[in-house]
Antibody, heavy 123, light 108 residues
Framework: QVQLVQSGAEVKKPGASVKVSCKVS????????MHWVRQAPGKGLEWMGG????????IYAQKFQGRVTMTEDTSTDTAYMELSSLRSEDTAVYYC????????????????WGQGTMVTVSS | QSALTQPASVSGSPGQSITISCTGT?????????VSWYQQHPGKAPKLMIY???NRPSGVSNRFSGSKSGNTASLTISGLQAEDEADYYC????????FGGGTKLTVL
């Protein structure tokens, strides 16, 4: 069974950056298409970006382009999401998510989720 | 890409059926059979309930079903149970992913 284990809660000041990790167990990161989704308190899900297996590239939501970077360390099967120039509106739970068993080939049916990482941006 | 449109809330009594709609455009929901539905209980990560409009992942109850007509996808839950009370989100894929605003299901 694939599991995604995320790093712990973070508190950051406005203007700072945050880097959240997501470690894969039970599978190899290179065989998964990792995505990142966030959820502000009391709000809905918001897709930030992820790996497109059809193009072989990471795609970012337009809203976050220039501020977000998603990387992978295949030696440790760990994915990372770094968000810069933080503002109060970035306060949210950040999830990594991936498609494992659904087998669409597109990587967008997220049947495996991390436990979430709370990022608080406050002065 | 704009968020997909869902009703803010729906409710039903135990044993009844309810349907949650998810409206997009011909560029997303209407153009591809790439609609997924997620269930989220408070404080928990979302759970995939339906993918590719009407497919159920292994382990998901057959009380959950999905369909699509034109630019609107729908999630139907039959035989409502107390544990179905949760937030539900639809999503559509068109090289990027867009979510609906979410629907709170209350089991009366």
């Amino acid at each position: 069974q694939v599991q995604l284990v995320q790093s712990g809660a973070e508190v950051k000041k406005p203007g700072a950056s945050v880097k959240v990790s997501c470690k894969v167990s039970g599978y190899t990161l290179t065989e998964l298409s990792m995505h990142w989704v966030r959820q502000a308190p009391g709000k809905g899900l918001e897709w930030m970006g992820g790996f497109d297996p059809e193009d072989g590239e990471t795609i970012y939501a337009q809203k976050f382009q220039g501020r977000v970077t998603m990387t992978e360390d295949t030696s440790t099967d760990t994915a990372y999401m770094e968000l810069s120039s933080l503002r109060s509106e970035d306060t949210a739970v950040y999830y990594c998510a991936t498609e494992w068993r659904t087998g669409t080939g597109r990587g967008d049916a997220f049947d495996i989720w991390g436990q979430g990482t709370m990022v608080t941006v406050s002065s | 890409q704009s968020a997909l449109t869902q009703p803010a809330s729906v409710s039903g009594s135990p044993g009844q059926s309810i349907t949650i709609s998810c409206t997009g455009t011909s560029s997303d929901v209407g153009g591809y059979n790439y609609v997924s539905w997620y269930q989220q209980h408070p404080g928990k990560a979302p759970k995939l309930m339906i993918y590719d409009v009407s497919n159920r992942p292994s382990g998901v109850s057959n009380r959950f079903s999905g369909s699509k007509s034109g630019n609107t996808a729908s999630l139907t839950i039959s035989g409502l149970q107390a544990e179905d009370e949760a937030d539900y989100y639809c999503s559509s894929y068109t090289s990027s992913v867009v979510f609906g605003g979410g629907t709170k299901l209350t089991v009366l």
